[in-house]
């Protein structure tokens, strides 16, 4: 059956635009696959710890060699890998802070970027390659292309890196514009934008659901 591995990275737990845009999406999948199988992790909510010394000294070191500090870390990097592994379709949804992403979302991709396992750098394949991924994005601000801050973006284009360019996932991002307009004054002429922009997300994200679901059950 259907496997889907759902990450949240949204410090807020309410209001969350990024969140909103995760839900459609997942409540269209689970309409296209209501047996299907969903882990999932809110990294807001309990954030996994950030790579350390030991976590990365382990991956060069025989197991057997481990101490005490390298097989802890290593048993945290395994289970997230393996959740990854598990996943036949991948959902990451993100606010951008600070033209960037949260800090809890660049932690877990250093957990589970693990050379030989989700990653590969003599340009054979990786396990993922060709799996379908989704990033529903929130930005508080206009970074569409051709936009003034188009270049500030720091979160869309690095996840299609790490995504699709690291991991060989099919990459698509799905990004609500201007979300920061109906509670910032200055922006108020951009609120009618800033809606259209959402609308088109969910509708994105929807769509983006059942085109994935499509390719699953062949």
């Not at 976590?55 to 870390?73: N, S, W």
């Amino acid at each position: 059956m259907p496997h889907l591995l759902h990450i949240d990275s949204s410090a807020v737990s309410r209001g969350s635009v990024s969140r909103e845009l995760a839900k459609t999406f997942r409540r269209a999948w689970q309409k296209e696959n209501p047996d299907g199988v969903v882990t999932y992790r809110d990294l807001g909510a309990v954030p996994v710890p950030p790579l350390t010394e030991a976590g990365v000294t382990a991956g060069f070191v025989p197991p057997a060699a481990h101490d005490g500090h390298q097989r802890a870390a290593m048993l945290l990097r395994d289970e997230l890998v393996e959740e990854l592994l598990a996943a036949d379709t991948l959902l990451v949804s993100t606010p951008m802070y600070n033209w960037s992403i949260p800090s809890t979302l660049k932690a877990w991709l250093d957990q589970v970027l693990v050379n030989d396992r989700t990653i590969t750098f003599d340009g054979s394949p990786g396990p993922l390659a060709g799996r379908p991924a989704t990033v529903v994005a929130s930005y508080g601000g206009g970074y569409s292309p051709g936009a003034p801050m188009e270049k500030a973006n720091h979160c869309g284009p690095y996840l299609q890196t790490v995504f699709g360019t690291g991991l060989g996932l099919d990459v698509e991002i799905i990004a609500a514009q201007l979300s920061l307009a109906p509670r910032v004054p200055a922006m108020a002429a951009l609120v009618p934008l800033a809606e259209q922009s959402l609308a088109q997300a969910h509708q994105a994200a929807e769509k983006r659901a059942r085109e994935v679901s499509a390719v699953l059950v062949r």
